[in-house]
């Protein structure tokens, strides 16, 4: 699975995104999928995940209510959407896949990455 991230840019705070990951294969359906983010100096930190049916979602703790992950199978394409955007929103973002089961956290249980998409929150 090759993932492709798009949808980054700028914005102010309260403003919001949307950021869309394509991917190419025919196995999409079959992974879960999750948005990471990292910003400069931090290490890569979980943002949410979705089941392959799109039934189960999972979000950190700091965008739970704001941020949205969703999927569209028969696009093999995940989404993000986020509102209420803040200066701490600030980041690379980067789409994930996962062959496992279950919802995931860990980068390290993820087996395919997209090559990010900058976020940019101005106050």
């Known amino acids: 699975v090759q993932l492709q991230a798009s949808g980054g840019g700028l914005v102010q705070a309260g403003g919001s995104l949307r950021l869309s990951c394509a991917a190419s294969g025919r196995t999409f359906s079959s992974h879960v999928m999750g948005w990471f983010r990292q910003a400069p100096g931090k290490e890569r930190e979980f943002v949410a995940a979705?089941?392959?049916?799109?039934?189960?979602?999972y979000y950190t703790d700091s965008v739970k209510g704001r941020f949205t992950i969703s999927r569209d199978n028969a696009r093999n394409t995940v989404y993000l959407q986020m509102n209420s955007l803040n200066p701490e929103d600030t980041a690379v973002y980067y789409c994930?896949?996962?062959?496992?089961?279950?919802?995931?956290?860990?980068?390290?249980?993820?087996?395919?990455w997209g090559q990010g998409t900058q976020v940019t929150v101005s106050s």
């Open positions: 994930a896949g996962s062959s496992g089961y279950s919802l995931r956290m860990s980068p390290s249980e993820y087996n395919y």
């Open positions: 979705i089941s392959r049916n799109g039934g189960s979602t």
